[in-house]
């Protein structure tokens, strides 16, 4: 079957990529352009593991097709940090350990980015609902929150 | 060198501190690598065809449509996995599992899989496999099933344990009983006594990676494995045997892993995978979807236990008694027998008797979950214990503190018991501000004990000296939450160097000797000990070093703080060789430094852990939601207390989930109707609030720091510190978990009813 020709921006650099109708972004972020730090905890919308930023919006990628990045501005956690230098988030997950396996903190960090974009300065309870999206079954997100809370402080104070 | 394990009370410079985990930035940044993360060139995909019955007879199969379908390039079913597991029945269940063989035996039961060029060919070619299936009367609940009249899951099962050897086989396999003393008379003895049944639902571990491996055999009979697993050398040995490999011809890597919890502790698709590749002759990649997760992969039992203790007038209990059963999925387990030793396990016991029953259902095998069994007896003891404290009046904390077990005292299950944490876990408890905090309306406050075993078992591990001075530590148990960090601070502490010049790794299969799983709280506590054990081999050689770089004795030569120190007036003006100094040195010394260690680390201390909880109930709508929770266990040494919080609170949560809201849930025709996360509903962030931990230090006496295992016993408490706490505020006690809304408000309901 012949591929749609798709031209987008990911994390500040065009990209082109030929992908079929019923693929979904995940499935071309992962399997044909190699980025990987998205992750499948469902496909279907509910674990927040695959979590994207779209054009400003926070998305699962699992429920956008491929083509419909035409055009766009994608955003995957490989473009959080510059360079060497982590996101003050990425640098306070750590520090909080606010990951144990790992497996949702990429899409906790891309969630809490989008959080903190359209409300700087959350409560406890406005990052709580921020984040309800998205699954974690390790931390029981008390470490999650601190984190988002500390880099909260530390991204004002920037 | 012999080790010697006990516990030296040394002053810690790295144990005990909070550094960051050395794959940490991995993880941040999505760079690190987890099962299906990885791929290879040429490439196939993989995918699982599966029953949708409960219960039925394989007729016949016909993958020839499938087979001819462009793209496709292996179909097999169970006559490509034969039996060799040479009467292991144990092997030969897990075999099944993997592939059904002559009857599908629950819903998502695997019946026939596929490896072709993409997944899209891959699921048309599913669509192509046709199967007649003879359907056959199923049961999936675990009272049901244990009745005469059920029908039968397995017709050469007899039960075993019976005094009398049964002449009709039956769903149950087997019956198990712990306990000492006369219960009987020790009811006599009681002026009160609770007597209650309890039902606890089937849950998921949940873990947010699905299963994924890349299997790769080659034509000359060796393959490789990589695979997201709580245990590569299990998987290995078994994967070896059921394709008739030698062992060391699979090379397992684990990746790194999103999640286990008990499980990834078996194979499913893994030996599908390889039998896939060696009939395709190609890599090929098996991801399963969340809804295979759900339907087969994992779950824990679901249960049906009853409780009767009694107790005089001044509180301490005289007779303890419980008869749990649990289901095991299709194929027998000892699972109830787990539940059955732990039940009890927290007290003082003069009378006490568990027996426990393993029961066949149509669901899929039960799989470890987080000290595996014990959260269900836990509920049922401890909501029984708070029962009783009430008849009695006195405080549940103050009761509990007068039965609970000590250092000596007999356990329930059998052992007398060493230095232990449930004393201290309660007193902590009874001064914990928590509990004098003021409740508001409609709501109430629970608390709960849990024990744990732990395990130690069979560890290997490398600790290699760079010439630059630097450590890797390659250890063979797999990470799963945080453990290198803690790897890494145990051997910094052993040689007295900094945690910054230690690099802990987990090594592949071919790598290094044999490791038992990541299970039972063992991960930390048998690897830091083998750890230590290889820091000394090292030590021992650095000395010996250092004594050739001075020419002095090796007798002469101490390590202190990362340093070779000359002992003795003699060598007063030789100063001191650092670790770094010694090994820029080696080359001309004798070569390569390392130390190697393989042990059994015998001696995992029990742990314990008390719990609080506050709880509001919407006594209109039965909804709840939980206002404060503590966490105060026993660590024996917290390695890296961030990580041992992490783990406590991880814990709290899932049986937060378990207690409210988690479930399988089944249909009269035997099939899962929640195979996902939009309806199976783990907690998230907005359930929850801030969970406080406390972590109590009494050291384990079997290890030289004192550590104990702490990933487990978390989850043990919840169910019931829930169950108490909901009783408390909605005034009616809870027996059926999970608490959903609808179960809550039939209880409030029911309680208005009676009381009108
Ligand atoms: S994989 Fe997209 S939400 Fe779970
Ligand atoms: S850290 Fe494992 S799921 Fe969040």
């Known amino acids: 079957m012949a591929g749609i020709a798709v031209s987008t921006t990911i994390n500040g650099d065009a990209v082109e990529y030929l992908c079929q109708p019923d693929e979904t972004l995940l499935d071309v972020l992962r399997d044909r352009l190699g980025l990987t730090g998205a992750k499948e905890g469902c496909g279907t919308g509910d674990c927040g593991a695959c979590s994207i930023i779209l054009d400003d919006r926070l998305v699962c990628s699992c429920l956008v097709l491929g083509a419909e990045a035409e055009g766009r501005r994608v955003e995957t956690i490989e473009g959080m940090a510059h360079g060497d230098t982590l996101h003050p988030l990425q640098q306070k997950f750590l520090e909080h350990a606010a990951l144990q396996c790992g497996i949702c903190t990429p899409g906790f960090l891309i969630a809490a980015k989008d959080l903190l974009a359209k409300n700087p300065d959350p409560t406890e309870e406005e990052i709580r609902f921020g984040l309800a999206g998205n699954l974690c079954r390790c931390t029981g997100y008390d470490k999650i929150v601190r984190a988002v809370q500390d880099a909260a402080i530390v991204m004002k104070g920037a | ?533 290889a820091a000394r081999n090292a030590i021992l050689i650095l000395r010996e070093r250092a004594a050739q770089m001075w020419d002095i004795a090796v007798d002469d030569v101490v390590w202190e703080k990362g340093h070779a120190i000359a002992k003795g007036e003699k060598h007063g003006n030789l100063g001191k060789l650092s670790l770094k100094e010694i090994a820029v040195e080696s080359g001309k010394t004798g070569g390569p430094i390392a130390g190697h260690s393989e042990l059994v680390a015998d001696g995992a201390g029990v742990s314990f852990a008390t719990h609080i909880c506050d709880i509001e109930v919407d006594p209109e709508t039965g909804a709840t939601r939980v206002i404060r929770y503590t966490v105060v266990q026993d660590a024996g040494k917290a390695v890296h207390p961030t990580y041992v919080e992490g783990q406590y609170q991880g814990g709290a949560a899932q049986g937060i989930g378990w207690a409210l809201n988690e479930e399988y849930i089944y249909g009269k025709d035997g099939r899962l109707q929640n195979a996902g996360f939009l309806d199976y509903r783990i907690p998230v962030c907005s359930d929850l609030p801030m969970i406080d931990t406390q972590i109590l230090e009494i050291p384990n006496p079997n290890h030289p720091y004192g550590v104990r295992g702490v990933g487990e016993t978390s989850i043990v408490p919840p169910l019931a510190a829930i169950a108490n706490a909901v009783s408390n505020a909605a005034g009616v006690r809870m027996t059926h978990i999970p608490m959903s809304p609808p179960r809550i408000l039939a209880a409030i309901e029911a309680e208005r009813e009676w009381s009108k």
């Open chain 2, 1 to 533: 060198m012999n080790f010697d394990p006990r516990f030296s009370g040394r002053k810690f410079a790295s144990v005990g501190t909070r550094p960051i985990r050395p794959d940490g930035i991995d993880k941040v940044t999505g760079r690190a690598r987890y099962g299906a993360d990885f791929n290879m060139a040429g490439q196939l995909v993989g995918r699982v065809l599966r029953s949708p019955h409960a219960h039925a007879r394989i007729v016949k199969i016909d993958t020839s449509k499938a087979e001819k379908l462009a793209g496709v390039k292996a179909v097999i079913t169970a006559a490509d996995l034969p039996d060799l597991t040479d009467g292991d029945a144990a092997m030969y269940d897990v075999l099944d599992n993997c592939m059904a063989r002559t009857k599908a035996l629950y819903d998502g039961h695997a019946v026939a899989a596929v490896a072709a060029i993409d997944a899209r060919t891959a699921r048309q070619a599913l669509k192509l496999i046709e199967i007649e299936y003879e359907l056959l009367p199923h049961v999936t609940d675990v009272d049901e099933a244990a009745k005469h009249t059920a029908p039968l899951i397995n017709d050469a099962i007899f039960t075993e344990g019976l005094e009398e050897k049964p002449v009709k086989p039956s769903n149950v396999t087997k019956r198990s009983q712990f306990g000492h003393g006369d219960v009987h008379q020790g009811f006599g003895q009681a002026d009160f006594i609770v007597e209650r049944s309890f039902k606890t639902e089937q849950t998921h571990q949940g873990y947010i990676e699905p299963h994924a491996c890349v299997a790769n055999f080659s034509s000359d009979g060796t393959a490789d494995l990589w695979v997201c697993t709580q245990g590569h050398f299990v998987y290995r040995q078994h994967c070896a045997q059921l394709l008739g490999m030698e062992a060391s011809k699979l090379r397992v890597t684990s990746s790194e892993i999103g999640g286990g919890f008990g499980g990834k502790t078996h194979v499913w698709a893994e030996p599908v995978a390889l039998a896939l590749s060696r009939k395709a002759g190609r890599p090929v990649k098996l991801v399963m979807t969340r809804d295979e997760v759900f339907r087969a992969s994992g779950p824990t039992s679901a249960t049906s236990i009853d409780v009767k203790i009694g107790a005089r007038k001044d509180g301490t209990i005289t007779a303890a008694e419980a008869t749990l059963r649990y289901s095991c999925g299709p194929y027998a387990g000892s699972w109830a027998e787990i539940g059955a030793m732990t039940a009890f396990a927290c007290y003082k016991l003069d009378n006490v008797k568990t027996v426990g029953y393993e029961v066949l259902v149509n669901r899929p095998k039960t799989a470890a979950y987080r000290a595996p069994s014990a959260p269900m007896a836990a509920f049922a003891v401890e909501s029984a214990v708070d029962e009783l404290a009430k008849k009695i009046g006195m405080d549940p904390v103050d009761f509990r503190i007068r039965n609970a077990a000590q250092e000596g005292t007999r356990s329930s299950y059998g052992p007398v018991y060493g230095p232990i944490g449930i004393g201290p876990t309660l007193e902590a408890v009874k001064s914990h501000p928590h509990m004098k905090a003021p409740l508001g309306k409609n709501q109430g406050r629970g608390m709960a004990c849990g024990f744990w075993f732990n395990f130690g078992g069979q560890t290997c591990t490398d600790l290699n000296i760079g010439m630059d001075g630097s450590v890797s530590l390659a250890v063979g148990t797999v990470d799963v939450g945080g453990s290198r960090a803690s790897l890494s601070l145990v051997a910094a502490e052993e040689l007295g160097i900094d945690y910054a010049q230690v690099k802990a790794i987990v090594a592949d299969t071919s790598s290094l000797g044999y490791n038992d799983m990541t299970d039972g709280s063992r991960g930390t506590f048998s690897s830091s000990m083998a750890t230590i054990s």
